[in-house]
């Protein structure tokens, strides 16, 4: 099959079986960041990823405090403002000594002083004596060494060492610059600010952040027979639970602008909820209307609206019917199948990712988990297939009447995708995971 398809801004490009039959300019098309070439055919999960990726706008970095940071995409460098630590910390409650004390063998000492975290530097005056010292204060000026509480016993103000003792220089003394230099990278742009990274910001003493901002998101359920909850319905209509799946997981993600609606399988009615929807956000996500079926508009409707489509149908179960385009001005409209196993799956295999990586994170490697069971395939598509995950490893799939069968993942954690090839699955497998988000 061929198909001559007009781009924006670009002459009309002869593709072939989902190739382009003008290679050069398929290759000034790549180097470009104008969509690219539509798949008239199915593609494969791994295509179906590229695309997504290469047309994830990224968003602009943005200044963030720092208490408010957590789950963000950092956007810059951060150095060390110092040394870390910044000082010959020491690290246990004990004694400080001198090395002349060290190296003679002595075994009992006249405590001079006493020494706090945050306590100004201190001098040990007499080679001979020792300070007492607490886990976090300097090193005193004069000590190479701390000898723990646990190894000595204090009577009045002597303190002496257990017998058998080998002393080490510098021991429990967390060196000066150890772990990082003054201006030495801490952190990398892209890095995801969990808990580990907010507290290397505030010990750098940042109050604020540059992040990825975060993009706005509209939800569109189509269909004629959903009924919002909250709402009367009558038994042949059902709710929009998908939108709520979608929203729960970016909710969860840190997405906080999030906008759901619903048309019906009405081309008007389409149309005008996704002018109104790219005219006011970022990402536009619909979920069905993309099938085989009479009302089945969502692909023609966006056509019609200039939004370009770059592939339509993966080779995947459940999720085939999957449509994905760009709208002018680059933003992404994913059109998910209804069915909501579907549509649960394509949200976070493609979705989601999709949506860090426009706030600057790179892709991310799959988990891997070993198969429960052995599983039969078609050899012919990538299988998505819902799973228990045991002791954090062990992924037992979960048996469904079909891709409409949202109960059945009730006890899932995620699915695991087992790649197109093979017949079967051998129980231990190592496949990829996709954890719910
Ligand atoms: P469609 O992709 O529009 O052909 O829908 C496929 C199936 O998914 C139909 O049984 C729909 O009723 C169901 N469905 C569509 N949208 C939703 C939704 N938002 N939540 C739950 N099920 C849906
Ligand atoms: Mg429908």
Same mark, same amino acid.
């Given at each position: 099959?061929?198909? +001559?398809?007009?781009?924006?801004?670009?002459?009309?490009?002869?593709?072939?079986?989902?190739?382009?039959?003008?290679?050069?300019?398929?290759?000034? +098309?790549?180097?470009?960041?104008?969509?690219?070439?539509?798949?008239?055919?199915?593609?494969?999960?791994?295509?179906?990823? /590229?695309?997504?990726?290469? $047309?994830?706008?990224?968003?602009?970095?943005?200044?963030?405090?720092? =208490?408010?940071?957590?789950?963000?995409?950092?956007?810059?460098?951060?150095?060390?403002?110092?040394?870390?630590?910044?000082?010959?910390?020491?690290?246990?409650?004990?004694?400080?000594?001198?090395?002349?004390?060290?190296?003679? @063998?002595?075994?009992? !000492?006249?405590? %001079?002083?006493? $020494?706090?975290?945050?306590?100004?530097?201190?001098?040990?005056?007499?080679? #001979?004596?020792?300070?007492?010292?607490?886990?976090?204060?300097?090193?005193?000026?004069?000590?190479?060494?701390?000898?723990?509480?646990?190894?000595?016993?204090?009577?009045?103000?002597?303190?002496?060492?257990?017998? @058998?003792?080998?002393?080490?220089?510098?021991?429990?003394?967390?060196?000066?610059?150890?772990?990082?230099?003054?201006?030495?990278?801490?952190?990398?742009?892209?890095?995801?600010?969990?808990?580990?990274?907010?507290?290397?910001?505030?010990?750098?003493?940042?109050?604020?952040?540059?992040?990825?901002?975060?993009?706005?998101? =509209?939800?569109?359920? #189509?269909?004629?027979?959903?009924?919002?909850?909250?709402?009367?319905?009558?038994?042949?209509?059902?709710?929009?639970?998908?939108?709520?799946?979608?929203?729960?997981? +970016?909710?969860?993600?840190?997405?906080?602008?999030?906008?759901?609606? $619903?048309?019906?399988?009405? /081309?008007?009615? &389409?149309?005008?909820?996704?002018?109104?929807?790219?005219?006011?956000?970022?990402?536009?996500?619909?979920?069905? @209307?993309?099938?085989?079926?009479? +009302?089945?508009?969502?692909?023609?409707?966006?056509?019609?609206?200039?939004?370009?489509?770059?592939?339509?149908?993966?080779?995947?179960?459940?999720?085939?019917?999957?449509?994905?385009?760009?709208?002018?001005? @680059?933003?992404?409209?994913?059109?998910?199948?209804?069915?909501?196993?579907?549509?649960?799956?394509?949200?976070?295999?493609?979705?989601?990712?999709?949506?860090?990586?426009?706030?600057? %994170?790179?892709?991310?490697?799959?988990?891997?988990?070993?198969?429960?069971?052995?599983?039969?395939?078609?050899? #012919?598509?990538?299988?998505?297939?819902?799973?228990?995950?045991?002791?954090? &490893?062990? =992924?037992?799939?979960?048996?469904?009447?079909?891709?409409?069968?949202?109960?059945?993942?009730?006890?899932? #954690?995620? !699915?695991?995708?087992?790649? %197109?090839?093979?017949?079967?699955?051998?129980?231990?497998?190592?496949?990829?995971?996709?954890?719910?988000?």
């Amino acid at each position: 099959m061929s198909r +001559l398809l007009y781009l924006r801004g670009f002459e009309g490009i002869l593709v072939h079986g989902g190739k382009p039959l003008i290679e050069g300019l398929r290759r000034s +098309l790549d180097d470009d960041q104008a969509p690219r070439v539509y798949h008239p055919v199915m593609i494969s999960v791994q295509e179906a990823e /590229r695309i997504v990726a290469q $047309h994830s706008p990224s968003s602009p970095p943005v200044p963030c405090p720092l =208490a408010k940071a957590q789950g963000r995409i950092l956007r810059e460098e951060i150095h060390a403002d110092r040394d870390q630590p910044p000082f010959h910390r020491v690290m246990m409650d004990g004694i400080a000594i001198s090395p002349h004390a060290r190296e003679s @063998g002595q075994t009992s !000492f006249l405590i %001079e002083s006493t $020494h706090a975290a945050g306590a100004p530097p201190l001098r040990l005056n007499d080679p #001979t004596a020792c300070i007492q010292v607490m886990t976090g204060a300097t090193l005193p000026e004069g000590c190479d060494g701390v000898i723990p509480y646990e190894d000595l016993s204090i009577r009045g103000q002597q303190a002496e060492l257990n017998p @058998g003792l080998v002393l080490k220089p510098m021991q429990w003394v967390h060196v000066q610059g150890a772990d990082r230099k003054k201006n030495e990278r801490l952190l990398a742009p892209g890095m995801r600010l969990l808990s580990p990274q907010i507290a290397i910001l505030a010990s750098t003493g940042r109050t604020e952040v540059r992040v990825g901002a975060i993009p706005s998101i =509209a939800i569109v359920s #189509t269909g004629n027979e959903l009924v919002d909850i909250g709402q009367e319905l009558e038994p042949y209509q059902i709710r929009p639970s998908n939108a709520y799946g979608f929203h729960a997981a +970016l909710n969860r993600a840190g997405f906080d602008r999030v906008d759901l609606s $619903h048309a019906r399988d009405d /081309r008007s009615a &389409i149309r005008q909820c996704v002018e109104q929807a790219l005219s006011a956000h970022d990402v536009l996500i619909l979920s069905g @209307g993309v099938s085989m079926g009479k +009302l089945d508009f969502v692909p023609e409707v966006l056509e019609q609206l200039s939004v370009v489509p770059l592939f339509h149908k993966i080779r995947q179960r459940p999720g085939k019917p999957f449509w994905f385009g760009v709208a002018p001005g @680059g933003k992404q409209v994913f059109a998910l199948p209804g069915n909501p196993l579907s549509s649960l799956i394509c949200f976070h295999r493609y979705v989601l990712p999709s949506l860090f990586q426009s706030m600057g %994170e790179p892709m991310r490697r799959h988990e891997q988990v070993l198969l429960g069971e052995g599983i039969g395939a078609t050899g #012919t598509s990538t299988l998505f297939i819902p799973v228990t995950l045991k002791q954090g &490893i062990e =992924a037992i799939p979960i048996s469904h009447h079909g891709s409409g069968d949202l109960s059945a993942l009730a006890e899932s #954690t995620g !699915f695991v995708e087992l790649p %197109e090839g093979p017949l079967h699955f051998e129980k231990g497998t190592a496949v990829g995971y996709h954890r719910w988000n």
